[in-house]
């Protein structure tokens, strides 16, 4: 009876400890799809240290990830990614984003200069982004 008892025991405790765990995981993706909304494919796909490139106005930035936000490092300031994307609330996005082995070096270099050094080390799209409101 005794072995019967602990056996409960052990199973009620692995289906409460499991749900507690599938709830937080719940709230997890719940916070980023509350704060990034259509933009968590980025939040999923890119790591920090990737480059992003804003097709829209050109500029190129570096993803950097502080305590479950995403961050671009444009070199002279860190803003965040919707900030980055979208400055003057247009709500169009179109982005892409690349995972180089050394992403400071492409931080100087203009649009065409990154596309000719893109294509040279054949580097792929990790994701691309096209949103429009």
Not at 90 to 115: A, H
Request: net charge positive; aromatic share 12%.
């Amino acid at each position: 009876m005794k072995k019967f008892i602990i056996r409960i025991i052990i199973r009620v405790s692995t289906i409460i400890i499991g749900g507690f765990a599938f709830i937080l995981y719940s709230f997890y993706l719940m916070d980023i799809e509350d704060r990034y909304g259509d933009l968590q494919q980025l939040y999923f796909d890119s790591k920090s240290g990737d480059i992003i490139i804003n097709n829209m106005n050109g500029n190129i930035g570096l993803i950097e990830f502080n305590k479950r936000r995403v961050f671009v490092n444009t070199g002279k300031k860190t803003l965040h990614i919707d900030e980055w994307l979208d400055p003057q609330n247009k709500y169009i996005i179109n982005t892409d984003i690349y995972r180089p082995k050394f992403g400071r070096e492409y931080l100087n270099l203009k649009r065409n200069e990154i596309e000719k050094k893109l294509k040279s080390e054949n580097l792929e799209s990790i994701s691309h982004l096209e949103i429009k409101y």
